[in-house]
């Protein structure tokens, strides 16, 4: 693995490593990696369409080569593995240049290491100074390659460069800059973008110990298990209607629906007003449900249930205090059982020993132990969080004496 060390540096930027003539978009070592097998859920099923796509890529592309006697391939250096290989190599080191010029090496910037919230360099190109369209958005956990945040705009007010006109007007150029100091002898990192495990692990094959952009996804097709060994099929499919009619979804990656449980443990609140909607009393559903059918703008829908006012419509707005009731953090608990199961039959203890055990240039090995290790431990919280939840609960619709006490006496001083 190469890795780049700080030698004494003058200032800022650093150097100008390219120069090409259209207007471009550098969204950072991008594409993606394939060499896993223990990655779960959408992540899972991404790899295994990524494995089908380069399979198709190599048929059509390598293999009428290896017929042609003119060219005199051996076999042994065209395998589909070793185009799997080769081709992760340049995914993990390429950028996304434009549309019309999709994906191209580019010399010194993919030199850098990556490192979460804690880059020392940074890409851009002399339109982030104004037009933020050359920025990427493109944020999704399996894309998310926004290695180019905007950045300070006094990120450019030291040195010549302030002003690249010299170098022609139609010219467009990527920078690279200094954002945080390195002492000489230190390596020097980038930032690829805001990624979890998986996905850092998918494109660029390894993982971040305490990665705080880290979650755990919970599939919608799971929720539905869960919902379909309570409750009738109708029940569910009712429920979920009428959760789709106030316009939530869940996130959506390669056909498949999701929520995300962030690295402190914390629900996507998606999928706590999907559960709430599922475990509300039959009356208090119909009468949502006659509310909705007849309300004309549902982001102004204030409805009045058995715990009080919800708001539905703007998320941001929605109280979780009202949504958490005992009922559904108890379906919180049940359903990271349920996700848990998918890890098999290993506890997570065996797989934190395994990872202790391992050695980190078993890369295979090691980094996808991170990645069991680090989802569980998201799982763990999520449990916390759904005890802590249900415990305020219980404590506000049974005050106990000792706490009305404390209040009173909180009242007298
Ligand atoms: C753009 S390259 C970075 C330069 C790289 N060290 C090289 O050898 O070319 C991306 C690759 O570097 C490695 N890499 C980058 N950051 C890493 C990190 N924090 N820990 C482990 N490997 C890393 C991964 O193999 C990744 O696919």
Redesign the pocket.
Known sequence: ????WAMPLPGLPIFISCRIRSRCRWSG?SMR?IHFFVVLSSTRQIVKEDKALIYDDWKENILPLMDSTFLKLSPDFFSVEQYIAAK??VA??SFEVDDYHGFGMVPLA??????TGAENVHFTTELSHGDSDNDTDNNDEGNNTSDNKPLPQNSFDDGNLEDPSYLGNDSMILETIIVKGVKAGDEV?NT?GSMGNAGLLH??????PDNPNDIVNIDLELVLHWSSALFSGRHSRGRLSLWRRLDYHGCVSQNSEYFEISSNGEPQIELLILLYIMLLPEEAYNKLDLIVSTAGNLNETVISLERGMISFGKTSEISKELLLTKIVCDALLALADARESLYGSNSVDNDIDALRSCCISDRKLYHSLMLRVSERMILKKLRNYAAAAAAAAAARSHPTAKGTLSRKKLKRT
């Open positions: 693995m190469r890795l780049v070592a990696l992760s190599l993990s080191r993919d030199l850098f290491n990556h490192k990192f690829y494109r660029y094959g390894f993982t971040e």
